[in-house]
């Protein structure tokens, strides 16, 4: 059975606090706690959906997780 986004949505919220946190930290973290075999643009991929529902505010250049951080509203 595989990891439904909704899990991966509310494992990435876990990592997310009022500061902001590169999204690749994040992306790694989840990875390593889920223990999926998604690769980490998938991962990143559902982080970009929550910044465009407004579930998270983003900084620098979202494209590249190196280069990116996200917060909690």
Request: glycine share 6%; proline share 4%; aromatic share 6%.
């Amino acid at each position: 059975m595989g990891t439904s986004n909704a899990d991966i949505e509310a494992a990435i919220l876990r990592y997310v606090g009022p500061r902001f946190r590169k999204i690749a930290f994040i992306v790694g973290s989840v990875m390593l706690e889920q223990e999926i075999d998604l690769p980490d643009y998938e991962i990143h991929e559902i982080v970009l959906r929550m910044i465009d529902r407004g579930e998270l505010e983003s900084q620098g250049d979202i494209k590249e997780m190196r280069y990116s951080e996200v917060r909690r509203p």
